[in-house]
């Protein structure tokens, strides 16, 4: 049986929401040329990768963005929506229980992002270009398991919603390792996914907006806003960075983007969502898994001709907007998917 539902916000309260994600627009539109000139008078330069995440020489990915790297497109651009982000947060979204803890993982992820970018852009090019995988992935870790302590004996959060009968479940302390692998994975795989001129900036926006009418319909107006702003910085970035793309959003963007989407799924308690609503970057994620676990069981054997699975359409001719597009339009789908079970799951 389904229930009825009134549901009714002040009007004051949605326009708010709304100024405050014109506002991210309007920062990062305001912070883009002041980046731009920096970053080409410091040659902030993405240098492309040496070697794939198993090791061999990256032969397929240089033979496929060779000469997109000839043009010296600088990398840490995702330093003007994450300074967007939060100066309109700190200014006017602040609250103890619903934008501490996003904002402070968000900048939390980007400062370790911002590193490895900046090694990058010092570096010799050599290897991996940047912190070791393995290093950059404790990081992330220390800074999800902050955030899962605060989640648990701050906000004293201790159950999960999984949709339909079975409703809010009683974790505990348990909630401290979901919450970890919750936004460790979403962070890798919005860094992932990060590998076309527009990808990673379209598909977060979209996820952001879906948890944004979420966050709204549960009466979570600070969370709602928190995710608008991203929205707003996010299309003021993306604007530049379609194809060809002005600069690179670098780890320091994809970092904090995915860690704040799996502190957001958290707090509105849609982890179970998370994989329909952000479906693309579980694609984009496994993928990537699949490949590296072909090549190690099945003595080099790939499944694709390269991972992530956007460089392997373009390996078999995709052009790059057309994959990124329709990728954008997968992910629209997704999203829509999952409001409708989120209010299936809630209201039925």
């Not at 609503?277 to 676990?293: N, Y």
Request: aromatic share 12%; glycine share 10%.
């Amino acid at each position: 049986m389904i229930q009825v539902i009134n549901f009714s916000v002040e009007t004051n309260t949605i326009i708010r929401i709304l100024i405050l994600g014109f506002l991210g627009f309007v920062f990062s539109m305001i912070i883009t040329p002041i980046y731009t000139h920096l970053s080409y008078k410091g040659q902030w330069w993405k240098k492309p990768r040496e070697k794939s995440v198993t090791g061999e020489h990256a032969t397929v990915f240089n033979k496929l963005h060779g000469e997109k790297h000839k043009r010296n497109i600088p990398t840490m651009a995702g330093i003007i929506f994450v300074l967007s982000v939060c100066l309109v947060t700190l200014l006017f979204n602040l609250s103890r229980s619903e934008t501490w803890l996003p904002v402070a993982a968000f900048a939390g992820a980007a400062l370790i992002g911002l590193v490895d970018d900046i090694i990058n852009i010092k570096g010799d090019g050599l290897g991996v270009a940047g912190l070791p995988s393995k290093l950059k992935f404790l990081l992330i870790t220390i800074v999800a398991l902050i955030g899962g302590l605060f989640f648990y004996y701050k906000l004293n959060v201790n159950y999960i919603h999984i949709p339909g009968i079975f409703g809010n479940q009683h974790i505990g302390w348990l909630i401290i390792p979901l919450f970890v692998l919750v936004v460790v994975s979403t962070a890798n795989a919005v860094n992932i996914s990060d590998g076309l001129d527009g990808l990673a900036g379209g598909l977060t926006s979209i996820a952001f907006s879906a948890y944004a009418i979420i966050a709204l319909l549960e009466g979570r107006y600070g969370i709602a806003g928190f995710c608008l702003v991203i929205v707003g910085s996010l299309l003021s970035y993306t604007w530049f960075n379609i194809f060809p793309a002005r600069f690179f959003m670098g780890d320091v963007g994809s970092f904090a983007l995915g860690t704040a989407l799996g502190v957001v799924a958290m707090l509105t308690n849609t982890v179970v969502l998370l994989p329909i609503i952000g479906l693309m970057f579980v694609v984009e994620a496994g993928s990537t898994i699949l490949q590296v676990a072909s090549k190690k069981l099945r003595n080099g054997k790939k499944i694709f001709k390269i991972a992530p699975i956007h460089h392997h359409f373009e390996a078999i001719g995709w052009q790059e907007t057309k994959i990124t597009m329709r990728f954008w339009i997968l992910g629209q789908v997704s999203a829509v998917i999952g409001l409708i079970v989120f209010l299936l799951g809630k209201y039925i």
